[in-house]
């Protein structure tokens, strides 16, 4: 409010002023030319004729009157021409001080926010009241950097934390390969027995070996690619069945069995070759942390706006706090990565992004 009272005197004070020295100049100029501007009115605006005097018969004076109407329409334009002129440098000055106040205001927001980032105050210290609406925007952002800054770094510890691990777990089957393979040169006479032993344990070490590999790449793999979609429609039943077909020989392992129950005319639009590499991280999952001897479903529900899939399966209660990071980068449940349950962390990862591209959601849960 007092800024604009200030641009409104100042207004005033500038139409004035250029009022005042309009009357100057014709005042001068009237006085510079011997009457010019009197003249010039006289000529315009005065009729002068001769009428008998009354008061001396063969004598005559002269009479002088206005030209009303032109005066009036002069004066008339005269007005117009005030009230232009006026209006002009209201808004003249009106625009030029909401210039300079707007980069006043941009100098100073630009000014406050940099006080706050570098600083690490609470916004609210250090905007004004009147800023009340970009200090909240402010201090939204800001916690949203944290919250960024924190995920981006626990994510860089889990994922340090897992190079570390595969680094390590790399030397024992290798050194344990070494070790039995040099055994087997040497010992040429080697009992049949013993030597088929010490084959299949460098062979179950040189798999392990093989599989942590897997993980290094799956992780440089994950951090390079940029995944795109092509869809397509695509038979959903057909996908799922033939998939779980695939995964026979580590259910026959882990004692599993699976059930699909899907619409045998189920269609979807998607990329079928991302999709499948969803359900194929799901389906690992699903089966590495299930209990042996149990079933593992899989089914669907949809609607004429959705289709909705899900995977069931039997194992260990996740606790709600775990159940929440499932889907972040390099995040496993078995922390003392001691077993071979899980890899690099990147299954769930991938999936979910996949899905998102689709526009689609993924979600998990996990009751007695």
Partial sequence: MEHKIKIILKTICIFLAVL??????????????????????????????????????????????LKWFDLKRFIIFVTLGIVFLGTATVLLVIYISGKHSEKRTIAKTGELIRQCMEQGRIASEIFPDEYAVISSQIAEIRAEMLRNEQILKEEAARKSDLITYLAHELKTPLTSVIGYLSLLDEAQDMPVEQKAKYIHISLDKALRLEKLINEFFEITRYNLQQIYVEKEEIDLSYMLTQMTDEFYPILDQHHNTIEVQVDEDRKVYADAEKLARVFNNILKNAIAYSYPDTLIRVWEESTEKEVRIYFQNRGKTIPKQRLESIFEKFFRLDESRASNTGGAGLGLAIAREIITLHGGTITASSVL
């Avoid at 030319?33 to 005097?53: H, I, K, M």
Wanted: charged content about 15%; cysteine-free.
């Fill in 20 to 65: 005042a020295a309009s009357s100057g100049g014709l005042y001068l100029f009237d006085s510079l030319f011997e009457g010019a501007l009197a003249d010039w009115f006289v000529n315009s605006f005065v009729d002068s004729y001769l009428s008998p005097s009354p008061e001396e018969v063969g004598r005559y004076i002269t009479i002088q009157s």
